[in-house]
């Protein structure tokens, strides 16, 4: 399908930095298969534990460092750059995105880049080595230093941007749906509502997610793989 000239935004899951080595949540080797939402992402766990949480995630922000975007986030990059009308909201709460050439990301589920003053609420990046240590960090905002927390949306928390995102899905003329499970609410909705507001429906996962009836278009396959293959032809007239 032609894509220029269309309003379009798409949805990235989990699926998507699985090629640069970063763990899925429910695949068979799915991070929740080693650790329990309830232990380590939730806002109850960060009260009745809060060193397991913070050492959870800090070992996935030290992961940054060590990780790369892989064909699939620079194909969605060139998308970006192809496309007049394209909103990029992902689940993901790594920076492979950015690192990848997106220059507008939503992050839905918050990042992991970014720390989040429990006090005032302010968050700012924080990647240097002394941030990335398994002792808890105070922020730098608050008179008195106050405990940051990551700044990752938990389950039972609101997540970020929604105004925003619902906006563009209602608004959209085709709707891409990469790498996600279809799990998680209110994201695995999404593709619902740019159904109903007629937008054509595009999957491109490993395997049929949750919400596979809601897809007009399917492609079983490797993100990695297959995005490249797409983009091109979504932007090329001949398609
Ligand atoms: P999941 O782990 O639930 O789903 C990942 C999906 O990607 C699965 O359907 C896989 O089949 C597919 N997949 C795996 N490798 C792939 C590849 N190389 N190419 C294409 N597809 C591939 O991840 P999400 O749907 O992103 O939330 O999970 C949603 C949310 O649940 C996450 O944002 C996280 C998690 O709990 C929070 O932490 C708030």
Redesign the pocket.
Known sequence: MFMKGKRVVVL?????S??SGIR????ND???EDYS?EDV?TPQAWQANPGRVWEFYQARRRQLHEVEPNP?HTALAALEEGLDDLTLIT???DNLHERGGSRQVVH???QLETLRCENSGRHEVRMNDADLIDEFLVCTCCAEPQRVRPD????GEM?MHMEEIYTAVEACEVFIV???????YP??NLVNIAHANGARTVL????P?QNFESFDEVHL??????LPVLVKEWLSSDA
């Open positions: 990235t899951g989990a699926g998507v699985a090629e899925t949540f429910r695949d799915g991070l929740w939402i992402a699939a689940q993901n709460v839905m589920h918050g990752i949306v938990w389950f997540p990469a790498g996600s499970s279809g799990h998680v994201a695995a491109v996962n490993a395997e997610p396959g490797k993100a990695g793989e297959l």
